[in-house]
C-alpha cells in the first residue's frame, strides 16, 4: 500500500472527456502502462459484449470490479475499448494531485476526482449525472483500496449501492440502471518464479537482514512477513508478539486504531477496519488544514505521527493471516509484490501476467426496486450484500479454476 496524504485543501476535478484525446490515450495506455509497466500481455475478457449491448440500448450502467492491482483501470479502459464503449471513472483525488499534466490527462480520458476519506457531493453527484445520461459506464471500484490479493474481497463501501440506487430514480422511462459485478484476476508467467530470489534478497537487505537465497522461497517469505510484522509490533506497540499471525494483525490493526480514536474519537457508523481509517483521516486531514485555527506545532506533529499509525493498521488489515495459503506462483509472487509496495514504496512487475476479466450478470436495479425487492431508502446495504456476493463467487470460480489446472 502506498504512503499517501495530501496537505492540499481539496479541490473537485470533474471529467472533460475529448473524444480526439481517447484514441491517443488508449494508445499511450496499451503501449506504456500495460505493456512496459505492469507487464500485461494478454486480457481474456468474458461478458462485454452485453455491457455494450445495454450501453447502446441506453440503459444506465455502473461496473463494479473488486481492486487487486494497480493496473486494474488501464485493463478495464483496454477491455471496454474493444467493444466500442468509453468510460467514465472515479479516481481517488490523490491521482489528480501529483502532477498537472497527469491530472489533465485523467480528466480528458473521463476520469473525475473523489475524496475517498469525506463525503465528496461534487463526485456524488457527478456520478449520479454520468449514469442518468446513459451514454458510457461508469467505473467505480467498492473496496476503494489495493490490497495485493485475490483470494477474498475487503468489505466494499456502500458509496457505490446508493448512487446507482439514486440514478435508478432519474433513469427515463422504459430504461433501467445496471450494476455490474467484474471479476479481475492476474497470473503470472511461470518465469516470474526466477526473480523470486533477488526480490527477496533486496527486502531481506531492506530490513538489515543478511540475505538467506539458499532457504526455499515459501519459508523465506513467511519469514520475512512475520519479520516486519515483528517490526511494526515493536516500533508502534513496544513489543513484537507471539502465536497467530491474524491475530497479531488484528491485533495491531486494532490496538494503533484505538490510540489515535482515544485522541480524535471514534465515529459510531464506523465498523470495520477499513471506515474507521476513512473516519480518522478524515478528522485529522480537517485539522490540519483548518487555515482558521491553525494547529501549534506540538499538535501537528501528533497528527501527523496519528496518520502514521493509521496507515500501518491499514497495512495490518491488509494481509491475510495464512500469508501462503493457496501455495500458487500467483500467490507468491502478489506477497512479494505487497512487500516491496510497503518496503519500498512500489511492486515490481518483472515477467509477463495474463488477466482475466469477467463481466458478471447486470443486476437490474430499477427492477428489483420495482418488485419492493429493494427499499428505495435504505437498499444500499441490501445491494451491496448482493454485490459483495456476486464478485466473491465469481472470484472463487476463477481460482478454483486455476488451481485445477484449467485454462486461465
Not at 461478458?47 to 488501464?74: E, I, K, Q, T, Y
Request: with cysteine; net charge neutral; hydrophobic share 40%.
Amino acid at each position: 500500500m502506498r504512503r499517501i496524504f495530501s496537505a492540499r485543501r481539496y479541490v473537485f476535478r470533474p471529467p472533460v472527456a475529448r473524444s480526439w484525446v481517447r484514441p491517443f490515450g488508449r494508445l499511450v495506455n496499451r503501449v506504456v502502462h500495460l505493456g512496459r509497466k505492469y507487464h500485461i500481455n494478454e486480457i481474456d475478457e468474458n461478458g462485454f459484449a452485453a455491457v455494450a449491448g445495454l450501453c447502446r440500448a441506453g440503459h444506465s450502467v455502473m461496473l463494479a470490479p473488486n481492486h487487486s492491482d494497480h493496473s486494474d483501470p488501464h485493463v478495464l479502459v483496454e477491455t471496454v475499448a474493444r467493444h466500442g464503449l468509453n468510460p467514465f471513472f472515479m479516481g481517488a483525488r490523490e491521482l489528480f494531485e501529483a502532477h498537472p499534466i497527469a491530472a489533465w490527462a485523467l480528466r480528458h480520458m473521463g476520469v473525475f476526482s473523489v475524496d475517498r476519506d469525506g463525503p465528496d457531493l461534487a463526485a456524488i453527484k457527478t456520478a449520479i449525472s454520468l449514469l442518468a445520461d446513459a451514454h458510457e459506464p461508469l467505473v467505480v471500484f467498492p473496496e476503494g483500496e489495493i490490497y495485493h490479493h485475490h483470494r477474498r474481497l475487503d468489505p466494499l463501501h456502500e458509496g457505490p449501492a446508493s448512487i446507482i440506487l439514486k440514478a435508478a430514480a432519474r433513469v427515463r422511462e422504459g430504461k433501467s440502471a445496471f450494476l455490474v459485478p467484474v471479476a479481475l484476476s492476474f497470473h503470472h508467467q511461470p518465469e516470474v518464479a526466477e526473480t523470486f530470489r533477488d526480490r527477496l534478497s533486496a527486502l531481506e537487505t531492506r530490513i538489515g537482514w543478511l540475505p538467506r537465497s539458499a532457504m526455499e522461497t515459501d519459508a523465506r517469505i513467511r519469514r520475512l512477513a512475520t519479520g516486519v510484522l515483528a517490526l511494526k509490533e515493536t516500533e508502534f506497540l513496544g513489543r513484537a508478539g507471539a502465536g497467530d499471525i491474524q491475530q497479531r494483525l488484528v491485533s495491531l490493526c486494532d490496538d494503533l486504531l484505538v490510540e489515535v480514536e482515544a485522541r480524535c474519537g471514534r465515529d459510531a457508523k464506523a465498523v470495520t477496519a477499513p471506515e474507521r481509517v476513512r473516519a480518522l483521516r478524515y478528522r485529522i486531514r480537517r485539522k490540519l488544514l483548518d487555515e482558521e485555527n491553525p494547529s501549534p506545532p506540538a499538535e501537528k506533529g501528533i497528527f501527523l505521527d496519528d496518520l502514521d499509525r493509521i496507515f500501518t493498521a491499514l497495512q495490518a488489515h491488509s494481509y491475510i493471516g495464512d500469508l501462503l495459503a493457496d501455495e500458487t506462483i500467483d500467490r507468491r509472487a502478489e506477497m512479494i509484490m505487497k512487500l516491496e509496495e510497503d518496503l519500498f514504496g512500489f511492486p515490481n512487475y518483472p515477467a509477463p501476467r495474463t488477466v482475466r476479466v469477467t463481466a458478471g450478470e447486470p443486476i437490474d436495479v430499477t427492477a428489483l426496486l420495482a418488485s419492493g425487492s429493494l427499499p428505495r431508502k435504505g437498499g444500499s446495504l441490501a445491494l451491496t450484500e448482493m454485490l459483495e456476493n456476486r464478485l466473491t463467487e465469481m472470484l472463487q470460480k476463477t481460482l478454483a479454476a486455476r488451481n485445477h489446472g484449467d485454462d486461465f
